[in-house]
Nanobody, 122 residues
């Protein structure tokens, strides 16, 4: 199993960029597909992006496609999310997650980080 810790959240202006990182503790990181989700208060957790165990396959939600990029460094036990052209609707708590496959549903992931807050100012 892996333990996940996100970092890199903060305040960014509309149109700006932010890079999130997720560090995984555990020797089985390379076995997992990784995903990014986000959640606003009172709302369901929303799929953002996912990447396969070897980085060969990625998939994005329509709302972030072309603006966000997910990547992973298996040697570093990390997954990243580059977020460009930020919009006010991107402001949420972002979570990284580990699962056996690159799914788009929260129940497909069984390990979660604690989340990192992204705030977008206009």
């Amino acid at each position: 199993q892996v333990e996940l810790v996100e970092s890199g959240g903060g305040l960014v202006q509309v149109g700006g960029s932010l890079r999130l990182s997720c560090a995984a503790a555990g020797r089985t990181f390379v076995s997992y597909a990784m995903g990014w989700f986000r959640q606003a208060p009172g709302k369901e957790r929303e799929f953002v992006a996912t990447i396969s165990w070897n980085g060969g396959r990625t998939y994005y939600s329509d709302s972030v496609k072309g603006r966000f990029t997910i990547a992973r460094g298996n040697a570093e036990n990390k997954v990243f999310q580059q977020m460009n052209s930020q919009k006010t609707e991107d402001a949420d708590v972002y979570y990284c997650a580990a699962g056996l496959d690159s799914g788009t549903k929260p129940y497909e992931y069984d390990r979660w980080g604690q989340g990192t807050q992204v705030t977008v100012s206009s």
